[in-house]
């Protein structure tokens, strides 16, 4: 319900979350971080951007992406996904990516659901883009937990013989797991009931 | 009189068709991305004397765009 009402929120004024991130800007450039400092949510225990890359697709539709982030202590941020966004704003696809993609320590995917608990205590006054993120993960709770399970089964698959350690620094390897998203059916499940059109699971390396 | 001919029901209706609306209605197309501007070029005076940018310390070397590109999407 909470997603639907930033949705209607997000309709009344025909935007959507990139375009509410990207404000009045004159040009969006490639690689470069929107905001550049990152958006802090969920009293600044978790931070996302969004953006776009020059080469790299992480999927055909893609326009860019956000990365989320949380704090797994000490201000030490762990990626936990990230959301490919299409050409017009909608989310189409979580992603999980290789540990020098994004750096910092890998997040233990045991340590996600009291991670995602943080986020609850979210602002209902706070960013329009920050509650859609929240609202998001949490609707998306069990797909992402499923996803992380799948990172790491991926990356075991990876090892061929070398330490973990080895194979969270192969940049041959990008993409590890990703889920695709149909919001319309995700809204349609959670709020009707409906059972969701199966999405596509796909592994990549 | 029958009471319960008529029932008045209270909130909020949620139909496939509100989602749909909602959906579409965010459906609005993003920009373009453009090709990431080059690196500024800047000239540097130098005193005489003085030690060239980067000559006693491979640090001051390092930039934020290089630590992108071994990690292009970290924080």
Redesign the interface.
């Known amino acids: ?1 909470r997603l ?1 009402a930033l ?2 929120e ?3 004024k ?3 979350a ?2 509410t991130l ?1 404000g009045n ?1 004159d ?6 971080h929107y905001p550049e400092s ?1 958006l802090s949510f969920a009293e600044n225990r978790w ?1 996302a ?1 969004y ?4 080469t ?1 697709v992480i999927h055909p539709k893609e ?2 992406h956000f ?1 989320i ?1 949380t704090d797994i202590g000490n201000r030490i ?1 762990a ?1 936990v996904a ?1 959301l490919s ?1 299409d ?4 989310p189409i696809q979580w992603f999980t ?1 290789n540990r ?5 320590p890998w997040l233990e995917r045991d340590t996600f659901p009291a991670q995602l608990k943080h986020a609850a205590t979210d602002d209902k006054e706070g960013n329009l883009v920050a509650r859609w993120l929240v609202a998001l993960l949490q609707i998306n709770r069990d797909a992402l937990s499923g996803l992380l399970i799948e990172r790491d089964e991926q990356l075991q698959l990876n090892l061929k013989g070398r330490s973990k350690v080895e194979a969270l620094h192969d940049r041959d390897i990008y993409t590890l797991a990703t889920q695709s998203i149909d ?2 059916s995700m ?2 499940n959670h ?2 009931h ?1 059972p969701p059109r199966t999405p596509a699971r796909t592994l990549n390396v | 009189m029958k009471r319960n001919q008529t029932r008045i029901i209270v909130g909020t209706a949620i139909s496939a068709a509100a989602i749909a609306v909602a959906v579409d209605h965010t459906r609005q197309r993003l920009p373009e991305p453009e090709k990431q501007l080059a690196g500024q070029e800047a000239v540097i005076i130098i005193n005489e004397g003085e030690a060239l940018p980067g000559e006693n310390n491979d640090d001051c070397v390092k930039s934020v765009s290089s630590g992108r590109r071994a990690s292009p999407c970290s924080l």
Not at chain 1, 51 to 54: D, I, K, L, S
Not at chain 1, 87 to 90: A, D, T, V
Not at chain 1, 100 to 104: E, Q, S
């Open positions: 319900m639907l949705l209607q997000m309709a009344a025909r935007t959507n990139v375009l990207l800007i040009h969006l450039e490639a690689e470069h990152s931070r951007f953006h776009c890359h020059e790299t326009h860019g990365h982030f941020w990626h990230g966004i050409h017009e704003g909608q990516v020098w993609v994004t750096d910092g919001l319309q809204l349609e709020l009707l409906k």
